[in-house]
């Protein structure tokens, strides 16, 4: 048998049910770009996988038999998958310092007396924080554990947006969906469903990883195998965010780069090769975290991106 040559290896060992037609544009070839151990659970938890480039828009999915089983979200098996449970402290102590950076992505944005809606809201940290600004506020989240609490805390709770848009179909002002799509089965129906509850001048505010991490450069050997996880089984760029977006009929009206970390965490991945989290690295300070956050937000590096998408039409 005559040896292929390496590119002809990467597709040939490609499997259809591992990488079928892609739902964003339709096509049917991709490009491995990561062949290794992808993250399941915590770091150091890998398992062997493939992660592949669509050459039509350029979304990145991990191989189908990797992939969470979407049943997952609707039981405690997500949140045990990740180390959390139905513990309302627990999510709150992991949610509540993130929000500031999803009020920061919207700032001037203001919400007062607008309809809202969170959309994989989980035990419901973000809608905490704008309670008593907005209108009405919707709560939507495929897990029923934290359902109770948040019908309690004044919220309408909808295991889907689909389930919503019954009710409050073109009805919502502001729609938030902070890093769930890279979770989802079909991304363009996910944000087709969302598009339905939004009135026509409403916004979509979205975030999700950003594959063009500063560290996917800096440790192309270790990090890929921590930001490629068994649960996500989609990875964007800006680029590849605003295909997907127009697909499902939404327009970027903003775009922006937002990095949750300081220096410390970057520099203390280079010298360890693991996550620290917050840690500290003394002498840097606040200071020398704002001057590395704006580089990294300005050249498009950060750990995440925030889009604001609006209808089309
Ligand atoms: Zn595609």
Same mark, same amino acid.
């Given at each position: ?43 150091? #938890?890998? =398992?062997?996988?493939? *992660? !592949?480039?669509?050459?039509?828009? $350029?979304?990145?999915? %991990?191989?189908?038999?990797?992939? +969470? ?40 944005? #203001?919400? =007062?007396?607008?309809? *809202? !809606?969170?959309?994989?809201?989980? $035990?419901?940290?973000? %809608?905490?924080?704008?309670?008593? +600004? ?63 509850? +939004? ?115």
């Amino acid at each position: 048998m005559m040896p292929l040559r390496d590119g002809q290896q990467a597709m040939a060992a490609l499997d259809d049910r591992d990488f079928p037609d892609c739902p964003v544009c339709g096509a049917a070839s991709w490009t491995i770009v990561h062949d290794g151990p992808v993250r399941d659970g915590g770091f150091g #938890s890998g =398992r062997p996988g493939r *992660v !592949a480039r669509c050459t039509g828009c $350029g979304i990145d999915r %991990l191989a189908e038999s990797l992939c +969470l089983d979407e049943t997952a979200y609707r039981t405690e098996g997500y949140r045990r998958h990740v180390g959390q449970d139905h513990d309302l402290l627990k999510h709150y102590a992991v949610h509540d310092e993130l929000q500031r950076f999803t009020l920061d992505a919207i700032w001037p944005m #203001s919400l =007062r007396g607008k309809c *809202v !809606a969170d959309v994989g809201c989980g $035990g419901g940290s973000l %809608l905490d924080h704008v309670r008593g +600004l907005c209108g009405e506020l919707i709560a939507i989240d495929p897990d029923p554990g934290f359902a109770p609490s948040l019908r309690q805390r004044g919220y309408k709770w909808f295991a889907a947006a689909s389930d919503a848009a019954r009710e409050r179909s073109g009805a919502v002002d502001v729609a938030f969906s902070i890093q769930v799509i890279e979770h989802v089965r079909d991304p363009v129906a996910f944000l087709t469903e969302i598009r339905a509850l +939004l009135k026509p001048e409403g916004c979509l505010v979205l975030s999700t990883p950003n594959r063009a991490d500063i560290l996917m450069d800096l440790l192309p050997v270790e990090f890929p195998s921590f930001f490629y996880r068994t649960q996500h089984r989609w990875a964007f760029d800006a680029s590849a965010l605003a295909r997907c977006a127009q697909a499902a009929g939404l327009r970027v009206a903003g775009m922006r780069h937002i990095h949750r970390y300081g220096i410390a965490n970057t520099l203390l991945w280079l010298r360890d090769r693991k996550p620290s989290g917050r840690a500290a690295l003394l002498p840097l300070d606040r200071t020398a975290d704002d001057l590395w956050r704006t580089w990294l937000e300005r050249s498009g590096r950060a750990d995440n991106l925030y889009a604001v998408l609006v209808p089309a039409s």
